[in-house]
């Protein structure tokens, strides 16, 4: 393991766990209830924990190549997105669902241009299923916007997936579930919520 991680670990011990340590202790004992399930991208620089300022035991985060939630598929499949999902929604009931793309995320890329040549296994027929949306959304956005396009329009069609999931479409409708859709951008930080006309715009 690179020092830097053991550095880091030290430092949570010395520093944060003194403070932190009878919150983490009621919740081992108490369990999780975290509130809401966020669906985010692996890449290293967009952390739900640090964007929200969240607190261990809030937030239940399924992070994976470029945000993407496939459908409903219960066919004994090994799905991982999916056993998060029913997990949090129906162990834990959470009450929110977030989908967060960001900016410059090389899934979506992947998805414009090709994946790395280095990656053909898994990144290419994963990025694939949303690739059909980002490619129509970029080039209806034209050349400028046509990343942020496209980002957003994946973080659409997993909000649209999220809803083939009859027991999330369930309780959405009756008011227990919500959903929401966000882009982190990282290189100026702003958040932009996806809203009413499916158009993305920075929070107050
Ligand atoms: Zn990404």
């Known amino acids: 393991m690179p020092h830097s991680l053991f550095d880091g670990y030290r430092r949570f011990r010395l520093e944060r766990w003194p403070e932190a340590r009878a ?12 509130h809401t399930l966020i669906v985010a991208c692996s890449d290293s620089r967009a952390d739900p924990a640090l964007i929200f300022d969240a607190k261990p035991g ?7 190549v470029a945000n993407l939630v496939p459908p409903y598929e219960p066919d004994g499949g090994l799905h991982g997105v999916s056993a998060a999902l029913e997990f949090g929604v129906k162990a834990l009931e959470v009450s929110r669902i977030v989908v967060m793309g960001h ?19 898994f990144v290419q027929p994963w990025v694939e299923q949303a690739q059909p949306n980002a490619r129509a959304a970029a080039e209806a956005a034209g ?19 999220l809803r083939t999931f009859p027991w999330i479409a369930e309780r959405e409708a009756d008011g227990r579930l919500a959903l ?9 930080g702003v958040l ?11 929070l107050a």
């Open 58 to 64: 809030e937030l239940f985060v399924v992070r994976n």
């Open 23 to 34: 919150e983490y202790e009621t919740l081992a004992q108490a369990g999780q209830k975290p």
């Open 180 to 188: 929401t859709g966000l882009h982190f951008g990282i290189g100026d």
């Open 143 to 161: 050349e400028d916007r046509a990343e942020s396009a496209a980002e957003e329009a994946v973080v659409r069609q997993s909000i649209d997936n």
């Open 103 to 121: 900016a410059r995320c090389g899934g979506v890329a992947a998805m414009l241009k090709g994946s790395p040549d280095s990656c053909p296994d």
């Open 192 to 202: 932009r919520v996806l809203g009413k006309g499916a158009k993305f715009k920075p």
